[in-house]
């Protein structure tokens, strides 16, 4: 989190944490893991109303950001959520908010965001397809124009909250182009497939399109023209994951410090051996830059900065390795009682692995700045 934050980004920042500190602890993260969505539609609309659905949305909307900087101020909630492992798809929701403010029609924005800036509707993007890639290339899906209608064919993966999700921004290929789809979930021919995940609280889906014709109106921009929208939500997603996972770790190292200054061998605290030291020093570091190249990525996007593309590269390249790589070190540290089902690392250990694999991985993001870098030069 930045260290500039202004005093309103700050109160949103605590109180942020305290509503998450009272309403989600970790002993409610845990009894969510048995339940059906991983969260609680009630308590989604409580979080809406302190803001956080509507943060990329123009006030002429209902909407609003702290400082007219929303990707800055979203990252603070972000943050906070990977603290405490929270529940809820403030991840997904903020983009298809976005994507809706930034590139949809009137009446798109009137039919939709209402109920998802009050939490009423949840509304997630379906990008992603079965090979688990996330990358432009990679979409098979299409969407064909027919008249004044548009039909869409194909299979989304890896779908956050889809089965609870009341509306799917659907990315399919339209031609050589890509054409975004706002798509109702209870639309004829949408069969959606529940899912888990080894995180406690996080759902996701698979969401089989077979020949979902809707009117041409439900189209997010113009057909066949959505690739900068689709990389723009890319970048959003990425920077709102790396927040994440920056307060996943940050929390991680703390539960570790708090542990090994308890922990005595030989007359003393653990962490009071040089070794031990060391690899803390070393964690504190990597968390700091961590939080660097988040808040890099945010400024970034809120500034159309043209580096943002190779910024969020950089970010889930940097972070989505780093995060994990800290989390099994504290697992380690703590010992035997790191492993068990009733310390609560385990929990920050599933967050981390699912966000690192999400929106592309590290090794896949090093692969594209490699190219990128290949072809600058």
Known sequence: MRLDLTEDQE????????????????ATVRSLYDTVDGFDRTWWQQAAELGWTSLFVPESLGGGSLSGAPATDAVI???????????????????????LAWFGSDAQQAQVLAGVLSGE???????????????????????????????????????EAAGVADW????????????????PADAPGVTVTRGRSIDMTRRFGKVALSQ????????????????PAVERQLHLALA??????????????????????????????????QALKHRIADMAVTIEGSKAVTDALATAIDTDDPKVALLASVAKAYVGEHCLDIVDDCVQITGGIGVTWEHD??????????????????????????TNTEGAA
């Open 77 to 99: 909630v972000a943050e906070e959520m990977g603290r405490l492992v929270s529940p809820g798809p403030f991840l997904a929701v903020n983009v298809v908010a976005a994507a």
């Open 345 to 370: 690392v385990h929990l920050y250990n599933r967050r981390a692995a699912v966000d690192r694999a999400m929106y592309g991985s590290p090794e896949e993001h090093k692969a594209l700045l490699a």
């Open 240 to 273: 709102l994951q790396s927040a994440e996972m920056v307060g996943v770790a940050e929390r991680t190292l703390e539960f570790t410090l708090e542990y090994g200054r308890e922990r005595f061998a030989f007359g003393r605290p653990i962490v009071s051996y």
């Open 212 to 227: 979902v014709r809707l009117p041409a109106s439900a189209i997010v921009g113009k057909a066949g023209t959505a690739g």
């Open 168 to 183: 799917f921004l659907v990315t399919a290929r339209t031609g050589e182009g890509l054409t975004q789809v706002l798509v």
């Open 11 to 26: 109160f949103f920042r605590a109180t942020t944490r305290k509503f998450l500190e009272s309403e989600v602890p970790l």
């Open 121 to 159: 509707s949840i509304a997630t993007w379906a990008f992603a397809e079965l090979d688990g890639r996330w990358d432009a290339a990679s979409v098979v899906t299409t969407a064909g124009l027919d008249g004044d209608s548009v039909v869409l064919d194909g299979v989304k993966a890896y779908v």
